[in-house]
C-alpha cells in the first residue's frame, strides 16, 4: 500500500495533502515523506508519529506551504523539542499542533513568520516549568500573530502550571488570543482548580490583544469567568465566553 500510495502522490498536481489517521510509524513517515517532491503543495496535514526532523526536510523541499497542521500525538506518543539544523523559506500563515512540531518548524524559519493563526495544541509535559512560558518561547519567534489559539490538555492542572509570573509578556503583537477547555469532559474533578478560571492570567502576557475567546468546560457561570478574564484583560478588550458544564455537576 505505500510504494502504490507514494506512487500516486509523486504523479498527482495537489495543492492540499492531508496524511492524518493512518498509523505509520515514525520510519515508515519517512519513507513516505523522504522522495516525494510535489511543486504545487500548498497545505499540508500530517500526524504527530511523523518525527520533527522529517516533517522539516518535507518542508525545505516544499517552500509554497502555507498552511500546516500536525494533528495532535496519540497516548503514549511523545517527541522531545529538539533543534532541527535547517533553514526554511516560507511563507506560512497558518502553523497549527503540538509543541513538538511547531516550535521546531518556527526556529527553522529564515524570517520570523506573520501568522494568520498559530494554533498550539498542549501537552501535559510542555508544562515546564508553566505553560505560558512554553507558549512563548514558540511565540517570540514570529513577527506577528493574528490568532493564537491554545487547546488545553484534557486533565487536572496545577496552579503552577497554569500561573502566569506578573510583567512577563510577549513583544509580538498578538491581535487574537482562543484559549479551549472543550476535550475535558469527565477527565477531572472540580478540586484541581477550574483551568478556564485560571488560564484567564495568561491575558496579560499578550498586552496587545484586542479579543479573547474561551470555550470548554467550567465549574464558574459566565458571568464569573468574564468577571475573572476582566481584571487581566485591557478595558476596550473583545470578549466571548462559550461554556459547558461538566457531567459531574
Known amino acids: 500500500l505505500l510504494p502504490f ?6 504523479f498527482s498536481s495537489l495543492e492540499k495533502l492531508r496524511l492524518s489517521s493512518i498509523k505509520l510509524s515514525s520510519a515508515h513517515w519517512d519513507k513516505l515523506l523522504r ?12 500526524d504527530a508519529d511523523c518525527a520533527p526532523s522529517t516533517l522539516t526536510r518535507f518542508l525545505a523541499r516544499h ?9 495532535p500525538p496519540r497516548p503514549g506518543v511523545r517527541w522531545r523539542t529538539s533543534r532541527v539544523t535547517m533553514s526554511l523559506t516560507l511563507s506560512m500563515s497558518v502553523l497549527d499542533g503540538p509543541l513538538s512540531h511547531i516550535l521546531p518548524v518556527l526556529r527553522c524559519h529564515r524570517i520570523p513568520p506573520t501568522l494568520t493563526v ?5 501537552q501535559d509535559d510542555d508544562a515546564s516549568p508553566d505553560y505560558i512560558t512554553t507558549i512563548l518561547r514558540c511565540v517570540d519567534y514570529c513577527a506577528s500573530v493574528g490568532c493564537l489559539l491554545l487547546s488545553i490538555p ?14 512577563i509578556h510577549s513583544a509580538v503583537l498578538v491581535k487574537r488570543l482562543a484559549i479551549d477547555y472543550s476535550d475535558a469532559s469527565g477527565s477531572c474533578p472540580a478540586s484541581a482548580g477550574d483551568v478556564l478560571a485560571l488560564s ?3 491575558i496579560e502576557a499578550f498586552p496587545e490583544v484586542k479579543h479573547v475567546s ?5 465549574t464558574v457561570t459566565t458571568g464569573d469567568l468574564v468577571h475573572i ?14 461554556l459547558q458544564s461538566h457531567p459531574w455537576m
Open 229 to 242: 478574564i476582566c481584571k487581566f484583560a485591557v478595558d476596550d478588550v473583545i470578549l466571548s465566553v462559550e
Open 5 to 10: 500510495t507514494i506512487q500516486t502522490i509523486r
Open 63 to 71: 517552500p509554497a506551504i502555507d498552511h500546516l497542521a500536525v494533528n
Open 118 to 122: 498559530l494554533g498550539i495544541s498542549l
Open 154 to 167: 484534557p486533565q487536572s492542572h496545577s496552579h503552577l502550571a497554569m500561573s502566569c509570573i506578573p510583567g
Open 35 to 46: 522522495d516525494l517532491a510535489i511543486p504545487t503543495l500548498v497545505e499540508l496535514r500530517v
Open 214 to 218: 474561551m470555550r470548554g468546560y467550567s
Open 200 to 202: 484567564a492570567a495568561w
